[in-house]
């Protein structure tokens, strides 16, 4: 039996998708990749960068596009919507289970190998993990379409260059691959099929801390600390919050600021971290010891070129290096609901917040913000709006069951 252990950090930290995958594990013993097609050494793909997550389109034996979630903290490709299934014409599949940290079980299929493409990338022996019903609900957390999570399988064979300011990935062969110019070289180390580096933290009370940390593409958060509770505590000033959701229900923790994190010559300063508590440190038996993630949050600042096969990882400061580190000012957490994404609901509201104190509930639909309606703007708007500017006033628009009301919500900097 092999433990495949899959963790999510999305929604800036506030979102984590969390479950082992026990099984005798088909995914390991085969050679799985993908490589460029012919003779190319370089290829260009688009992507779209929604609540914190890397997301490109690909095909699936021929079907599709769907929309895949780069994520360098999955071991295992997954597909979380059961739809798929009979979209892309599966000739056999068999049956697995999935147990969550407390025990329960999930069960998923595990596929033949798939032919899977992106522009003028293919793969090769390739299969996936399918999950039978979707427990994560991506979709209505970004507002559109997501089918699944792509990770090693994809990074193993290729350098991946992730251009963040203008929302392309160069893909090369590693022989061919353009380093970053003026860039800075990371050591990178893959275990158990996710990359980890070595880097120093500094605490707000001046304590400098070594920390391996893994690399997650997939973890919307700046950073994420493990073991922190119990080495030493929180700092000072910090909130509880609700780090997630998993199979097994919400991961709790706290959300606070460490003074200085470094990356090779580069310096981030205050940067917004979470510290799960010490119940999730205890169940999650990670197969690889680390101390926690490094999250997009950190890595879009930098134009980033991934190389798994010379173990480096190149970084390059981007335009919006010295934006300050940013957490929610409102409270509440919200998403997407209705065939068509349109409607935003408030998920949960956290007590004696201001969403709280205004006097919004869960199951709450916001329909306009200042006066524009939800339709008219995109969700890195409503995220970017709502952590704005510590004392900031919004004007809300609020369904609840069949009464309208408008109400004001005056953000606050909490950490």
């Known amino acids: 039996m092999q433990n495949h252990f899959i963790t999510r950090n999305t929604r800036g930290g506030c979102l984590r998708l ?18 460029l097609i012919g003779k190319k050494k370089h290829v260009n793909l688009p992507f779209t ?18 929309n895949f979630i780069l994520d360098t903290g999955v071991g295992v490709m997954l597909i979380t919507d059961p739809t798929l299934v009979d979209s892309i014409n599966l000739e056999s599949k068999r049956t697995i289970k999935i147990y969550g940290l407390n025990g329960d079980s999930y ?15 293919t793969s090769t022996g390739v299969s996936a993990a399918i999950l039978k019903e979707d427990h994560f609900s991506l979709s209505s957390y970004t507002g559109m379409p997501i089918h699944g999570l792509l990770g090693y399988d994809f990074f193993s064979n290729l350098a991946v260059r992730f251009n963040f300011y203008d929302s392309t990935i160069t893909v090369s062969k590693p022989l061919y691959a353009r380093q970053i110019r003026k860039g800075v070289k990371i050591p990178l180390s893959i275990e158990d099929r996710k990359p980890y580096i070595f880097t120093d933290v500094k605490m707000p009370d001046g304590k400098i801390l070594s920390r391996k940390l893994l690399v997650d593409l997939g973890a919307g958060h700046p950073l994420s600390l493990e073991n922190m509770l119990a080495e030493q505590g929180l700092p000072e000033n910090f909130i509880p ?32 971290t979470s510290f799960p508590d010490t119940g999730y440190i205890k169940n999650a038996a990670l197969s690889v010891p680390r101390d926690g993630n490094l999250g997009i949050g950190v890595l879009k600042r930098f134009t980033v070129l991934i190389d798994y096969s010379n173990n480096a990882l190149y970084i390059k400061k981007g335009p919006n290096f010295n934006e300050p580190f940013e957490h929610d000012m409102t409270g509440m957490e919200y998403f997407f609901d209705g065939v068509d994404f349109s409607h935003l609901i408030v998920g949960r509201v956290e007590i004696g917040s201001p969403a709280d104190i205004m006097g919004l509930k869960k199951d709450d639909e916001i329909l306009a913000i200042n006066l524009k309606t939800i339709d008219q703007m995109s969700i890195e708007q409503i995220d970017n709006l709502f952590r704005s500017k510590d004392g900031r006033n919004l004007l809300l628009d609020v369904r609840r069951d069949k009464r309208l009301f408008r109400t004001v919500i005056a953000l606050k900097k909490r950490i």
């Open 18 to 35: 969390l479950f082992f995958m026990l099984f005798a594990c088909p995914f390991a013993v085969r050679a799985q990749s993908f490589d």
């Open 49 to 66: 960068t929604v609540r914190n997550m890397v997301v490109v389109k690909l095909t699936i034996n021929n079907k599709g596009p769907f």
């Open 241 to 272: 919050g609700n780090l997630g959701m998993g199979l097994t229900g919400p991961i709790k923790g706290y959300i606070s600021r460490v003074s200085e994190i470094r990356l090779g010559s580069y310096k981030l300063n205050n940067v917004i």
């Open 107 to 121: 069960e998923a299929y595990v596929t033949p190998n798939l032919k899977i493409e992106m522009r003028n990338i």
